[in-house]
């Protein structure tokens, strides 16, 4: 259920029976809209629908808690096609995540959403996932919400019923004093537990709507990253080999032990071994795709996904990376 109401009157972009916040005067222009009294938890997501204006260089969203702290800060800096994420602490700001190919234009439309999980805010443009910031602080200290500069703004909506599911982190024996270790540290720790991770999806609905989201850091030194979705008999029915070494930065996908697909990801994982690496799994009535640093690798048909994605009982993930975010998400 909504907290906040309000009459909805933009048309195009989202289902008017949905609630906006109240406050939201509707195409008022940024500079500043500041809305107070939310209050955030995992489910809970934040939409704005809005215009970029034709002369604007970047806007701002803060998520912010008590204290002069922010938990996000969202810096969309249009001429450079990037997302800037950070977060403060006592006014200091942390360290920078930034992600490249944001997909707005100046002079167009667009929604963006920020939905809230138990480790990460995960950011999504046109209801397609874009980037995950860990959390820094608990998400639940969010009070207010901020948008400034550039945005001719339609709508403002929360939401507190969006439903998914995160995935539990199954370690194996050769990794148990790792996982001893790093199962005490705190989930807003900004160190994560090193790589492999298995995990089941046995009994997880994989059917149309269903997302499948995986945020790794390489280390400096790594030179490939496995992704293999595993049918019952442990068998790889679906495989990522990622090359993130700085001369090559590629991706090689195995669908049944077969190469179907070989590309190069050098400009986006090769060129900076230090930046995140975003593997994206969205299922739909009709196709299965695979996205990785938001650029489409794989898709497969209706018939591909009943005798694949079908077929699929586990996930394992190697290499030596940081894991960040890894979680199943599906609407309705």
């Known amino acids: 259920m909504a907290l906040f109401k309000a009459p909805f009157r933009t048309a195009g972009f989202f289902d008017p029976t949905r609630d906006e916040l109240d406050n939201c005067d509707l195409d008022i222009q940024t500079p500043e809209y500041t809305r107070e009294g939310i209050q955030l ?186 992704i293999a979705f595993t049918r019952a008999d442990g068998q790889p029915a679906v495989d990522l080999e990622l090359y993130v070494n700085h001369s090559q930065g590629r991706v090689s996908l195995h669908l049944e032990s077969k190469v179907t697909k070989d590309c190069s990801l050098w400009s986006l994982i090769g060129l900076n071994r230090r930046r995140h690496v975003d593997i994206c799994v969205c299922c739909t009535d009709t196709a299965m795709r695979i996205f990785i640093c938001h650029r489409p690798v794989f898709q497969a048909t209706r018939d591909q996904l009943q005798s694949l994605w079908g077929r699929v009982s586990g996930l394992s993930i190697a290499g030596n990376a940081d894991l960040i975010v890894a979680h199943f998400s599906r609407r309705g």
């Open 41 to 226: 938890a995992p489910g809970c997501m934040i939409t704005l629908a809005a215009f970029v204006l034709p002369e604007t260089e970047h806007f701002i969203v803060d998520f912010m808690a008590p204290q002069k702290q922010i938990a996000l800060h969202l810096r969309a800096k249009l001429n450079d096609r990037l997302l800037a994420m950070n977060s403060t602490v006592a006014g200091k700001w942390q360290s920078e995540m930034k992600v490249r190919e944001l997909p707005l234009r100046k002079g167009r439309a667009f929604s963006m959403s920020v939905l809230v999980t138990t480790k990460a805010f995960l950011i999504s443009y046109n209801e397609e996932h874009f980037a995950a910031f860990p959390h820094r602080m608990p998400a639940e200290s969010v009070n207010s919400i901020g948008i400034y500069r550039g945005l001719k703004l339609a709508a403002v909506y929360y939401e507190v019923d969006y439903k998914y599911s995160p995935l539990r982190f199954t370690i194996s024996e050769a990794d148990s004093d790792k996982a001893a270790a790093s199962s005490a540290a705190s989930i807003y720790s900004a160190v994560y537990p090193q790589l492999p991770y298995r995990m089941s999806l046995e009994g997880v609905d994989k059917t149309g709507g269903a997302c499948l989201l995986i945020t790794m850091k390489p280390d400096f030194l790594a030179k490939t990253l496995n």
